[in-house]
């Protein structure tokens, strides 16, 4: 299950305006292990900005109900973009948020373990099976076409939907024991204007989350399947 929109980082190289528009013009592909744009006439090692020597960092993503997921998530130099975080500064790296929820080992209350008819788990606790069989993350930003790909063992953090939701009314009492995954790709900063980014997950073999006997409803197939699309704008 992903969260109500779809959910330790791994840093890329910042691309400067003038390179990235380059980038942009020419397409790129990205690295599977190092999530580098590879490949583009521009080179990204020469285009790399300095750090910002006054410190700042971008603002941390409060969610209405109170929990600053930047601070639970860990993400202090990079904005988090997700349904409630969509304003990013110029000149900021960024990471488009997405979760994948699963039951527990044993279910919750009100909740078993269910799976579609024929389906095995490779995993017995669900969380684990997802895990094993998620081999990269890919990212398609537009407009630009941009794309980057990451080794999605150095991207993720684990926690529980307690850890995100707590307060809210998006879970009852029992789901927020269910684990959670955040995949956590920084990508680099963008020029001014409104943006989309795909996130993209490629498994080795079919997962389900443990929670519906529909496949559609819990299950992902094997290969390259489109997690959701963030929509975020950069602003000076």
């Keep these: 299950m992903h969260s109500t929109s779809f959910p330790r980082t791994h840093l890329i190289s910042n691309i400067a305006p003038a390179a990235l528009a380059a980038v942009a013009a020419a397409g790129c592909a990205t690295s599977p292990d190092t999530g580098e744009a590879v490949g583009a006439s521009v080179d990204l090692a020469a285009s790399a900005q300095p750090e910002d020597a006054s410190g700042r960092h971008p603002p941390d993503c409060v969610v209405p109900w109170?929990?600053?997921?930047?601070?639970?998530?860990?993400?202090?130099?990079?904005?988090?973009?997700?349904?409630?975080?969509?304003?990013?500064?110029?000149?900021?790296?960024?990471?488009?948020?997405?979760?994948?929820?699963?039951?527990?080992?044993?279910?919750?209350?009100?909740?078993?373990?269910?799976?579609?008819?024929?389906?095995?788990?490779?995993?017995?606790?669900?969380?684990?099976?997802?895990?094993?069989?998620?081999?990269?993350?890919?990212?398609?930003?537009?407009?630009?076409?941009?794309?980057?790909?990451?080794?999605?063992?150095?991207?993720?953090?684990?926690?529980?939907?307690?850890?995100?939701?707590?307060?809210?009314?998006?879970?009852?009492?029992?789901?927020?024991?269910?684990?959670?995954?955040?995949?956590?790709?920084?990508?680099?900063p963008l020029p001014t204007g409104a943006y989309s980014a795909e996130i993209h997950f490629i498994l080795s073999d079919t997962h389900c989350d443990g929670q519906h006997a529909v496949f559609a409803d819990s299950c992902l197939p094997p290969g390259d399947s489109l997690a959701l699309t963030r929509q975020f704008v950069v602003e000076d």
């Design 66 to 188: 109170g929990i600053d997921w930047s601070d639970v998530l860990h993400i202090h130099k990079a904005a988090l973009v997700s349904p409630d975080c969509t304003m990013v500064r110029a000149g900021d790296p960024y990471i488009p948020e997405v979760l994948w929820i699963t039951n527990t080992e044993h279910g919750i209350e009100g909740g078993p373990v269910l799976y579609p008819p024929g389906y095995t788990p490779r995993h017995k606790a669900p969380m684990e099976d997802f895990l094993h069989k998620l081999d990269r993350v890919r990212y398609i930003v537009q407009p630009g076409n941009l794309e980057f790909s990451f080794n999605a063992s150095k991207i993720e953090r684990k926690l529980t939907v307690d850890d995100l939701y707590r307060g809210s009314d998006q879970f009852t009492p029992p789901q927020l024991v269910w684990p959670a995954t955040a995949l956590l790709g920084q990508l680099p």
